[in-house]
C-alpha cells in the first residue's frame, strides 16, 4: 500500500484503499485481472434475502403516514419485534426501544395472540380489551400484515401493524344509553300497570259500583297523563 497513487493505476483499485491510501500493483496483468473480477462481481445480482431472514425497517416514508394517524399505532417484524411506533402511540404507552418485544408495552395475551395469529397468515378479528386506571378505557385493536413491493412477491408479511382505537366515549355512551332505556321502561310500566288494574276492577267486582267509578277514571286519567308526558320527554330526547 502506498500513499500515493501510482501513476496508471485503475480507479476501482484507488477506491480498494482505506484512509485515503491506494493499493498499488507493480504487475499489469495482475492489475487486470483484480479489476475484471471486481467487475464481474459488479454485474452479479442482488442476493435474495428469504422472507424467514429478512429484516426490513420502515423508512421515513412509513414512518410520516404513521405519525399522521391520531390512533396509537405499532409496527413489528414477524416475531412481534418493535420496529417503530407513532407519536399517538408514544405519548400513551411511553418510548418503546426498537428491538423491543411487543409485549414490553402492550400486555394484553388477547392482542399479542392476534399478533402472532397474523404472523402465521391468518386473519384475525378485531381485539376488544380495557385498561384499568382513574378511568377505565376500552380499546379494540386490528392487527394487519404490511406487504411491500419486491421481486419475489412470496406473500409474506414485511411488518405487522397494530392499530389501537380508543372507544371509551362509545362505551360510555352506550351505557348511558342503556341506562336511559331501562329507566324510561321502568316509569312507563308504572302507570300502565295502574290503567290496567282499574280497567280490570271496573269490567268486574267494581262493573256496578257507582261510587268508585268516577274516583277510578280520575286517576287513570292521571296515570295516562302521566304517561303522555314521559313519551313527550323520549321523543324530545331522540
Known amino acids: 500500500i502506498a500513499d500515493q497513487t501510482e501513476p496508471g493505476t485503475p480507479p476501482v483499485l484507488q477506491r480498494l484503499g482505506s484512509d485515503g491510501q491506494?493499493?498499488?500493483?507493480?504487475?499489469p496483468s495482475l492489475q487486470q485481472e483484480l479489476v475484471g473480477r471486481f467487475d464481474d462481481r459488479r454485474r452479479l445480482p442482488p442476493p435474495e434475502v428469504s422472507g424467514a431472514s429478512r429484516r426490513v425497517w420502515p423508512d421515513s416514508g412509513m414512518k410520516t403516514?404513521?405519525?399522521?394517524?391520531?390512533?396509537?399505532?405499532?409496527?413489528?417484524?414477524?416475531?412481534?419485534i418493535v420496529r417503530y411506533q407513532n407519536s399517538a402511540a408514544t405519548a400513551r404507552y411511553g418510548t418503546a426501544r426498537l428491538g423491543d418485544p411487543l409485549s414490553f408495552?402492550?400486555?394484553?395475551?388477547e392482542v399479542l395472540t392476534a399478533v402472532d395469529r397474523v404472523a402465521a397468515g391468518d386473519s384475525v378479528e378485531p381485539v376488544r380489551f380495557s385498561?384499568?386506571?382513574a378511568i377505565e378505557r376500552f380499546?379494540?385493536?386490528?392487527c394487519g400484515p404490511v406487504r411491500l413491493p419486491r421481486r419475489d412477491q412470496d406473500g409474506r408479511a414485511d411488518f405487522l401493524l397494530i392499530r389501537l382505537r380508543d372507544e371509551t366515549e362509545i362505551v360510555r355512551l352506550?351505557?348511558?344509553?342503556?341506562?336511559f332505556i331501562a329507566n324510561a321502561s321502568h316509569e312507563l310500566r308504572t302507570p300502565l300497570a295502574?290503567?290496567?288494574?282499574?280497567?280490570e276492577t271496573l269490567l268486574?267486582?267494581?262493573?256496578?259500583?257507582?261510587?268508585?267509578?268516577?274516583?277510578?277514571?280520575?286517576?287513570?286519567?292521571?296515570?295516562?297523563?302521566?304517561?303522555?308526558?314521559?313519551?313527550?320527554?323520549?321523543?324530545?330526547?331522540t
Do not use: C, W, Y
Open 22 to 27: 491506494s493499493i498499488a500493483l507493480p504487475d
Open 65 to 80: 403516514a404513521l405519525d399522521a394517524l391520531d390512533e396509537p399505532v405499532f409496527l413489528t417484524d414477524l416475531r412481534g
Open 105 to 109: 408495552k402492550l400486555r394484553v395475551p
Open 131 to 133: 385498561e384499568r386506571g
Open 139 to 142: 380499546f379494540v385493536a386490528h
Open 174 to 179: 352506550d351505557r348511558m344509553r342503556g341506562d
Open 194 to 199: 295502574s290503567l290496567t288494574g282499574f280497567v
Open 204 to 237: 268486574g267486582p267494581a262493573k256496578n259500583d257507582e261510587a268508585n267509578r268516577e274516583r277510578f277514571l280520575k286517576i287513570m286519567l292521571e296515570q295516562a297523563q302521566r304517561m303522555s308526558r314521559l313519551v313527550d320527554d323520549l321523543l324530545s330526547l
